[in-house]
């Protein structure tokens, strides 16, 4: 009787055994690399986020800049206006130095395409740099890069 209790339990107890350590092995990795995805994929959302705040941002502050500075040309600017100036150019600034990490990381985070996007645009933005009101590019400029560079990026999003 004992003997036919071990002959048929003790092949399904080994099984269980090796199955149960197979499992408490796999299922950790798999869940690990599931979590590291994931994550890596949350990143990258949240940068083409920023992007996109952070490029809307600096264009908006640049143009709002433009704006006063014609105004300046034309009329003596108010205490307000002075200090609304201000405003605009802290704001772009603030904009810029944010766009530019995010464009970095994007180069990172997407690859050589996206980065080689963000090359070209910054290569065009030393062009501009030290343009003033009355040479700088227009805003359509500045929101064709802005469409070209987030399509790019998108491509890299999209599950395929």
């Not at 940068?47 to 704006?67: A, D, K, P, R």
């Not at 990381?105 to 080689?116: A, I, T």
Request: aromatic share 10%.
């Amino acid at each position: 009787m004992k003997k036919a209790i071990l002959e048929d339990w003790i092949p399904a107890l080994i099984t269980a055994l090796i199955g149960g350590l197979m499992v408490a092995i796999i299922t950790p990795s798999i869940q690990s690399n599931f979590a590291s995805k994931t994550a890596l994929a949350d990143r990258k959302v949240k940068l083409f986020e920023s992007f996109n705040l952070n490029m809307t941002c600096f264009i908006s502050s640049y143009y709002q800049l433009v704006g006063i500075a014609q105004e300046e040309k034309k009329n003596r600017l108010s205490p307000q206006e002075i200090l609304r100036k201000e405003s605009y150019r802290q704001k772009r600034d603030d904009c810029g130095y944010q766009l530019k990490s995010d464009l970095i990381l994007s180069g990172f985070y997407f690859g050589d395409d996206v980065g080689n996007v963000v090359a070209e645009y910054n290569k065009w933005m030393g062009k501009i740099e030290n343009a003033t009101i009355y040479t700088m590019p227009p805003r359509s400029d500045f929101e064709s890069w802005h469409k070209k560079i987030s399509n790019e990026i998108l491509k890299k999003l999209v599950v395929k």
